[in-house]
C-alpha cells in the first residue's frame, strides 16, 4: 500500500497540467492551436490571448451580428459579399451599401482575400495589414463561425493552417 501511494505521488509530482491543443469547432472541423497564457469565454466568444497576439472564435448568430438587424436568411450571403463584391448583387440595396461598409472596415482589397477548403466547409478570410487584425469566417452547413485574429500576417495564416477534418 504504502509503495503504491508513493508511486502515485511521484508520478503526479512530474506530471504538469496540460490543455488539449484542439479546439473542436464542430463534428467535421477542428482547430489546432499552441498552448495560450490566458483563455477566456464570455457570454458566447471564445478567447485565447498569446504573448503578442490572440484568437477569437464565436458562431455568427444572423440576429445580433448588428444591432437592431435580423440577418436570419441571408447571412451565408450577407457575409460571403463581405469578401466577393460579386455577391452582393443577391441582396437588396441597403445591405449593398452595409456589405461595402464592412469590406472597408475588414480592409478587403482585390488580392488580400484569402480561402480555403477543408471538406465541405469553405474558410474565407482577409488580413488588414494597417490594423494587424484579420476575420475568417467558416461557412458550414448548419452554422458560420468567425474567428478574428489580432496578429501579423505570420498568425493569421497560422491559423487558417490549423483548421483541419476531424
Same mark, same amino acid.
Given at each position: 500500500?504504502l509503495r503504491s ?7 503526479l509530482a512530474f ?77 437588396p440595396e441597403w ?6 461598409? +464592412? &469590406? #472597408?472596415?475588414? %480592409? /478587403?482589397?482585390? *488580392?488580400?482575400? $484569402?480561402?480555403?477548403?477543408?471538406? +465541405? &466547409? #469553405?474558410?474565407? %478570410? /482577409?488580413?488588414? *495589414?494597417?490594423? $494587424? ?6 461557412? #458550414? ?26
Amino acid at each position: 500500500m504504502l509503495r503504491s501511494t508513493v508511486a502515485l505521488l511521484s508520478l503526479l509530482a512530474f506530471c504538469s497540467p496540460t490543455f488539449s491543443d484542439t479546439l473542436i469547432l464542430s463534428d467535421n472541423l477542428q482547430l489546432k492551436y499552441e498552448d495560450p497564457k490566458l483563455i477566456a469565454h464570455t457570454e458566447d466568444t471564445l478567447i485565447l490571448k498569446y504573448q503578442d497576439w490572440s484568437l477569437m472564435h464565436e458562431l455568427v448568430n444572423p440576429r445580433t451580428f448588428y444591432p437592431r438587424i435580423d440577418l436570419s436568411g441571408v447571412e451565408r450571403t450577407f457575409l460571403r459579399s463581405i469578401f466577393y463584391s460579386n455577391e452582393r448583387k443577391k441582396l437588396p440595396e441597403w445591405l449593398r451599401i452595409l456589405s461595402a461598409e +464592412q &469590406a #472597408e472596415l475588414f %480592409g /478587403v482589397g482585390t *488580392s488580400n482575400v $484569402s480561402q480555403k477548403r477543408v471538406g +465541405q &466547409a #469553405e474558410i474565407v %478570410g /482577409v488580413l488588414n *495589414s494597417q490594423e $494587424s487584425s484579420s476575420h475568417l469566417y467558416i461557412f #458550414e452547413e448548419l452554422k458560420i463561425h468567425h474567428l478574428q485574429v489580432n496578429g501579423d500576417n505570420k498568425k493569421f495564416k497560422a491559423v487558417i493552417e490549423s483548421i483541419e477534418a476531424r
